[in-house]
């Protein structure tokens, strides 16, 4: 089955700093990922998405992410933190079994951003 | 309407009582999921409906739940005989219907509160 894993429960980061939140993933074939944001009695929201192509992924306000298919990594990345991107971030992958698509998350990991 | 929409916001109600939420989908979205997220933990699907018909349905569904989609537009869930563990959050989302994976758009979420 595919999954996806986040092994940091919470990543603290100064404001200006760069911050990493780590994803890691299992899938049999190509991988599709995804990262998403929720923030407070919020839905989550898409940020980027890795379907093919260049290993290094441009997504909303200022977030990137870099796919490494020899680690089996999405680890997603800014170059310098904002206060407001304090939030609970999610990585997806794509689960076609069955012949039906649907995202399989990971159980996120809250970011904190301090001033 | 330009997202995902579900009603209602907060829903607090007594063991036993059933309880019914609604999701409106993105107009020109196909596909509609549901998903349930407990504090502390990623969304976990739930179900999923192509136009009117539920193509896939999780083991985490069980027989008091029920999803429908009648007209392939808004859809419903419902929670017969609610349990204290039925409280969560239950996320709906929708997306085109297409060849790659697309991200989906998630509503904002009905928060259940089982008593």
């Known amino acids: 089955a595919q999954s996806v894993a986040q092994p940091e429960d919470q990543v603290n980061v100064a404001e200006g700093n760069p911050l990493t939140v780590k994803c890691t993933y299992s899938v049999s074939g190509n991988p599709y990922l995804f990262w998403y944001v929720q923030y407070p009695n919020r839905g989550l929201q898409f940020l980027l998405k890795y379907i093919t192509g260049d290993n290094l992924v441009k997504g909303s306000y200022g977030f990137e992410a870099e796919f490494n298919k020899s680690q089996t990594s999405f680890h997603l990345k800014k170059p310098s933190a904002l206060v407001s991107d304090s939030a609970l971030y999610f990585c997806?992958?794509?689960?076609?079994?069955?012949?039906?698509?649907?995202?399989?998350f990971g159980a996120g990991t809250r970011l904190a951003v301090h001033p | 309407d330009t997202g995902v929409s579900q009603n209602p916001r907060h829903k607090i109600t007594k063991r036993g009582q059933n309880v019914t939420f609604r999701c409106d989908p993105i107009s020109e979205h196909n596909r509609l999921y549901w998903y349930r997220q407990t504090l502390g933990q990623g969304p976990e699907f739930l179900t999923y409906?192509?136009?009117?018909?539920?193509?896939?349905k999780s083991r985490l569904l069980s027989d008091r739940f029920s999803a429908e989609r009648p007209k392939g537009s808004f859809s419903t869930l419902e929670i017969q005989r609610t349990e204290q563990g039925d409280s969560a959050m239950y996320l709906c989302?929708?997306?085109?219907?297409?060849?790659?994976?697309?991200?989906?758009?998630f509503g904002s979420g009905t928060r259940l509160t089982v008593v």
């Open positions: 989302a929708s997306s085109l219907a297409s060849g790659t994976a697309d991200g989906y758009t």
């Open positions: 409906f192509q136009n009117e018909a539920q193509l896939e």
């Open positions: 997806a992958v794509r689960d076609g079994t069955g012949g039906y698509n649907k995202l399989i």
